[in-house]
């Protein structure tokens, strides 16, 4: 994680990109990037897949390295939020310890999202049904099956008994 940055990166970075942004819109087009490569004509699907390539990797390069290199005008000597910044961090990295009686709620919100994520899967198998070539329909049936695995999955943690109440009986005795 990035820690030491001025106080005036984060809006910066976002004005930085949405200029991004629109020179993507506005100057590096699919056409003009697909020149660069020699592809002279692009269909209406390419021209959409490329604007999508262009503008993530416009982001991840400029928008992010604009503040990756942010860092470098960092003086700690005149962060007035340093301390702040610190305790933020201190709680970050602070182990998270659920209260008593929380595993219950848990366990039943698991229960409750795997029975709804088997419903799910049986609607996507039921799309099999749909008309498609054999390829298409065992894709469904694919995604159907990983969708159930995760329910699945669900439902069998949300029944593991290791409540602490048993163990530490049957440890005592």
Not at 12 to 33: D, N
Not at 64 to 84: N, P, Q, V
Not at 121 to 139: D, E, H, K, Q, S
Request: aromatic share 12%; proline share 3%; charged share 20%.
């Amino acid at each position: 994680i990035i820690r030491r940055t001025p106080k005036w990166a984060p809006w910066a970075t976002v004005v930085v990109g949405m200029f991004v942004s629109w020179s993507v819109v506005k100057i590096f087009t699919p056409e003009f990037v697909g020149s660069w490569f020699g592809m002279d004509e692009l269909t209406r699907r390419e021209a959409g897949e490329m604007r999508t390539m262009i503008t993530i990797a416009a982001h991840l390069v400029f928008t992010a390295g604009f503040f990756c290199l942010s860092t470098l005008f960092y003086k700690e000597e005149t962060d007035t939020h340093k301390e702040t910044t610190a305790e933020f961090f201190k709680d970050v990295d602070t182990e998270c310890v659920a209260e008593e009686g929380q595993d219950i709620v848990d366990r039943m919100q698991r229960a409750k999202l795997g029975t709804l994520v088997i419903y799910m899967a049986a609607g996507l198998t039921l799309m099999v049904l749909i008309p498609n070539p054999l390829w298409g329909r065992l894709l469904f049936l694919a995604c159907a099956a990983s969708v159930f695995a995760v329910g699945y999955g669900l439902k069998k943690s949300a029944k593991l008994d290791t409540q602490p109440s048993k163990v530490a009986a049957t440890t005592t005795q």
